[in-house]
């Protein structure tokens, strides 16, 4: 069996680069724009949850949220289920985040389209299952202890 582990970290790798490069086109730092990505993904959150999502501690949390509402893209509302706290949610999005990510999108598109229907769903299930690997390792990593920012 072909030894796959170069490829995945090759591909992880670019994927990273991307969103960094994506990030400072958009005037963006990346973790600005991975944090207004869960938020989209996931919607509202606190900021004790968007904190262990990105891996940060209590006082870069508060500044990420100042800065992503300053420009425009989060506000602090309170919880509707507890009045004492506060979540943030997602306003906004980068005006040139859809130019920025267009070719890389393009690109993907058609890479996509040279799958069969029968290979797209091998291909969805093992992108699903990956990511929800990532995040039961990067929570095992935090509970340990090892991943604090």
């Given at each position: 069996?072909?030894?796959?582990?170069?490829?995945?970290?090759?591909?992880?790798?670019?994927?990273?680069?991307?969103?960094?490069?994506?990030?400072?086109?958009?005037?963006?730092?990346?973790?600005?724009?991975?944090?207004?990505?869960?938020?989209?993904?996931?919607?509202?959150?606190?900021?004790?949850?968007?904190?262990?999502?990105?891996?940060?501690?209590?006082?870069?949390?508060?500044?990420?949220?100042?800065?992503?509402?300053?420009?425009?893209?989060?506000?602090?509302?309170?919880?509707?289920?507890?009045?004492?706290?506060?979540?943030?949610?997602p306003?906004?999005?980068?005006?040139?985040?859809?130019?920025?990510?267009a070719?890389?999108?393009?690109?993907?598109?058609?890479?996509?389209?040279?799958?069969?229907?029968?290979?797209?769903?091998?291909?969805?299930?093992?992108?699903?299952?990956?990511?929800e690997?990532?995040?039961?390792?990067?929570?095992?990593?935090?509970?340990?202890?090892?991943?604090?920012?």
């Amino acid at each position: 069996m072909a030894d796959y582990r170069y490829g995945f970290g090759t591909n992880l790798s670019a994927v990273l680069l991307h969103g960094h490069a994506s990030a400072r086109a958009c005037d963006l730092g990346a973790t600005d724009l991975y944090a207004l990505n869960i938020l989209q993904l996931e919607g509202a959150m606190t900021p004790g949850e968007l904190g262990a999502r990105t891996g940060l501690t209590t006082g870069p949390t508060t500044r990420l949220i100042d800065r992503l509402e300053r420009a425009g893209y989060v506000r602090r509302a309170p919880d509707p289920d507890d009045r004492r706290k506060v979540i943030v949610e997602p306003v906004g999005r980068p005006a040139a985040l859809d130019d920025v990510m267009a070719p890389a999108r393009q690109k993907i598109g058609e890479i996509l389209g040279g799958y069969s229907p029968e290979q797209l769903d091998v291909l969805f299930d093992y992108f699903a299952r990956a990511a929800e690997a990532y995040r039961e390792a990067a929570e095992q990593l935090r509970a340990n202890g090892t991943a604090d920012s």
